[in-house]
């Protein structure tokens, strides 16, 4: 395994994560199909392969995902980093959802209790609240830093101007700063390089990695007539937005690149985003063993430049203003004087 700080912190975590998503039943049983003793297995096949990062949420499977995951971590919870989410409907009143100081300390309470433990290494708001002032959301998550209840903080699927003024003010007022951001990142979907991605290398905020295979697509299990598969994520989860038949054009290079290294899709795949800077952490889910087994294998593939290139330019996001409008500005002798 390898290991990264995230962020500007002085946590380590391993640069594969394991997401639990998976765990527990619920009304997505595309997703929500893993069982205890399936979980325990894989909970100990990611430990033993030096994963020390955890991820979970307190929307998963109506919170199952973190009863298990605190439970099978037992014993090893000093030894790893946990990270679980808050800012979801947790209930049927309307203040048991979102982003405002009272749903806030709530949802950390029950994610305590669930998790078994005293603290939350990482916890991360896992959406925006355009009903709660920024403000209150900051300084509720510092008051869950300075009761030592969370260790560190961090948002998920925030635009990039709205993160950039969470950090300004956090800054300003001297309250516990965003180590980390959870975004979706992958081959198929590199919108977080216009901006997202820029902001958080420049303010020091790590970039964690949900969903590295868009879906289990990447994964190359998938062809034009198994998409409904109803074995497979996509045939009741499947959320992210892309052209499926340009998806399966950029699957033909990955599949010619895991050719050539006797690997799989999968691993291509992640080990691409490994090689991407300003990626902290890629976190890998399974519901089986042999799928965590393959994710793993990732960790020592290196593609060469040649492969990283061929990779980056089939899935080149179109270039937007105003980043077009600036790149068009840098003329070759601007480019030659600042060297």
Known sequence: MKYARLGNSG???????FGAMTFGTGNLP???????????????????????????????????????????LGSRRQEVVIATKGGFRAGPALVQSGLSRKHLFAAAEASLKRLGTDYIDLYIVHKTDPFTPLEETLEALNDLVRQGKVRYIGFSNWPAWLAAKAVQIQRERGWATFISGQMYYSLVGRDVEYDILPFMKGAGVGLTVWSPLAGGFLSGKYSRSNLQDPDGRLSGFDIIPFDK????????????????????????????????????????????????????????????AEEMLL?????????????????????????????
């Open 245 to 304: 038949e340009w998806g399966f054009t950029v699957l033909d290079h990955v599949h010619s690149i895991a050719d050539a290294h006797g690997v799989t899709a999968a691993q291509v795949s992640l080990a691409w985003l490994l090689s991407k800077n300003g990626v902290s952490s890629v976190l890998v889910g399974a519901s089986k063993m042999s799928q965590l087994e393959d994710n793993l294998k990732a960790i020592d593939l290196e593609l060469t």
């Open 11 to 17: 946590l380590i975590v391993s640069k594969l994560a």
């Open 30 to 72: 595309s997703v929500y199909k893993v069982g205890p003793s399936a979980a325990r297995q894989l909970v100990d096949e990611a430990l033993a392969a030096g994963i020390n990062f955890f991820d979970t949420a307190d929307g998963y499977a109506d919170g199952q995902s973190e009863e298990m995951l605190g439970q099978l």
């Open 311 to 339: 990779l980056d330019q089939a899935t080149q996001p179109r270039p937007l203003y105003p980043n077009w409008f600036a790149d068009s500005m840098l003329d070759a002798e601007h480019m030659k004087a600042l060297g």
